[in-house]
């Protein structure tokens, strides 16, 4: 593929020349024009720079969402730095893990995480804090971002390559320390160029943006797509309160909403005025970062009538985006055929083809494949492989080269040799009333080696179910050698921030309580 701007600030220069009064960015009442954007970015770059900041040093966020997120973005870019979105959930120690891994020397950070950046920053592993907001400590290391950009630095834009490193997006550590991720502008590009292409979206086009920044699929798909169209964004601040979201969709007449499974659980449950559901301009809901339920799926589709939920695939380590379903042909528990200029294969253990419909190892290459992790060559190595991508998923691809996703491989459960695979006994599992999500792992026993293990989350407002009556249900769609042994209910599944559930959690409830066998 070819792509018309090589770094975040090229594309910022070029929608301020071509689209300078168009608003890019909403934020409550507040509107900055792609102008605006630039002037912006321009400054801060300028005060980045000045205060020590040069080619290829790592600067932290630990944002919220924000206008502030998005000027970072591109004043970076401008310097030639490399931009570390971290997870604003992390504690104090997970903080310092991210930042001494990376080597970032400059934080910017809003104020509601004061306490945490403070402490988790220390005095070694930052030579300056800029705060989205006014800090309560002040020290000769603090400064209000507003007051950054009052300062007016000339400096020259850092001569980049589409191909040098952008971002580094530290994965999830759902099974084990965090790697960062190392992601070009030519990998986010691929995935803004393809995604429009996939998804028919234009500059006239407005998203909404409440899931957070820093997660790859909000940063790539939620962010930079809609500025590389030259679209608007619609920032929310935060989740709470919720009615805030479909106020500002109406007002701001969003046409594109991104968002994760558990929004669109609790949307298709939502009594929303009849006003909302009439005037309403969206034509495309997109989820990702976890599976959709299919019982979701086709709720969103009998009360949304007149927009499509597109469910795709990916992964940090691929932009993030591999597949999504086009708005013209979407096919229920798939994720979709690949994207454009993206190709996925099936393969076995050998990394051999295999025929269509046959359940394997999910590889896949193309433009938006990470360079590799942050200075761990052997597990780059171990993941990459003559270019293509090792994702740890499991699935088969049908007649149309439409992707099902299976499992994780590592949560496949092998009891007496066969395989099991608690995705697909967790679908069922949904399904039965009172049941608001299930997950499903595996734990040792002496005589099958594993057996399947349901831990559940009820329904709001459910307190029991009939543990019989869902077993007899299971029985009816599933070979007995795939039922549960032992179902746990639970207040909660345990998540990560964008809603996945945390299985190594779960697995390692069962050694503390049981050591390894369950019983």
């Known amino acids: 593929m070819s792509y018309p701007f090589s770094t975040f600030y090229e594309m910022a220069v070029h929608h301020a020349k071509v689209r300078g009064k168009k608003t890019a960015l909403f934020i409550d009442k507040e509107k900055v024009s792609y102008s605006e954007l630039l002037d912006k970015a321009d400054r801060f770059a300028g005060y980045l720079h000045h205060y020590g900041i040069k080619e290829g040093d790592r600067v932290a966020l630990f944002l919220r969402n924000s206008v502030e997120f998005v000027v970072s973005l591109i004043a970076i870019s401008k310097i030639g730095a490399i931009i570390v979105p971290i997870n604003t959930f992390l504690k104090e120690d997970e903080l310092s893990y991210i930042l001494e891994d990376s080597g970032a020397v400059f934080v910017i950070a809003s104020v509601i995480y004061e306490k945490v950046v403070h402490t988790g920053c220390g005095k070694e592993l930052s030579k300056h804090i800029v705060w989205e907001g006014d800090p309560e400590k002040s020290d000769t290391r603090n400064i209000r971002f507003a007051d950054a950009l009052k300062k007016n630095y000339i400096i020259k834009t850092a001569k980049q390559s589409i191909q040098d490193i952008a971002v580094l997006i530290y994965t999830s550590g759902t099974t084990g320390k965090p790697k960062g991720a190392m992601l070009s502008y030519k990998n986010i590009f691929s995935n803004s160029k393809s995604g429009i292409m996939c998804a028919h979206i234009t500059s006239k086009d407005k998203s909404i943006v ?55 659980n609790a949307l298709v449950k939502a009594k929303l005025p009849w006003y909302f559901m009439w005037f309403n301009s969206i034509r495309l809901f997109v989820s990702g970062a976890a599976a959709l339920q299919e019982k979701t799926l086709i709720n969103m589709s009998q009360k949304f009538k007149r927009a499509n939920l597109l469910e795709g695939y990916g992964l940090s380590e691929s932009g993030p985006a591999v597949c999504i379903n086009p708005p013209e042909k979407t096919k229920i528990k798939s994720v979709g055929p690949a994207m454009a200029g993206y190709e996925i294969k099936i393969v076995d253990d050998n990394l051999v083809e295999l025929p269509m419909g046959e359940i394997g190892d999910i590889i896949c290459c193309g433009d938006n494949i990470m360079k590799g992790y942050w200075e761990r060559p052997e597990a780059t190595e171990e993941t990459i492989i003559n270019g293509w991508l090792l994702t740890g998923d499991m699935g088969y691809m049908d007649e149309d080269g439409y992707l099902y996703i299976v499992d994780r491989k590592k949560d496949l459960i092998i009891s007496k040799g066969i395989n099991i695979y608690p995705r697909e006994i967790e679908e069922y599992v949904d399904r039965f009333e009172g049941v608001k999500v299930s997950a499903v792992v595996g734990a040792f026993d002496e005589q099958c080696g594993e057996i399947p293990v349901a831990y559940i ?63």
């Open 210 to 264: 409440f899931l957070p920044m820093f997660h790859s699929f909000t940063l790539s798909i939620g962010v930079v797509l809609m500025l590389y169209v030259g679209g608007s964004i619609v920032i929310i601040k935060s989740l709470q309160p919720f009615a805030n979201i479909f106020k500002q969709t109406l007002l701001k007449k969003v046409t594109i909403f991104f968002a994760i499974p558990d929004v669109y």
């Open 457 to 519: 989350e009820l329904e709001d407002g459910i307190t029991s179910i009939n543990e019989g009556e869902l077993k007899k249900y299971l029985r009816e769609h599933l070979a007995n050698y795939k039922l549960p042994k032992y179902i746990y209910i639970i207040e909660s599944l345990p998540k990560n921030a964008t809603g996945k559930v945390l299985k190594r959690v779960l697995k390692q409830q069962l050694l503390e309580v049981f050591g390894e066998n369950p019983c």
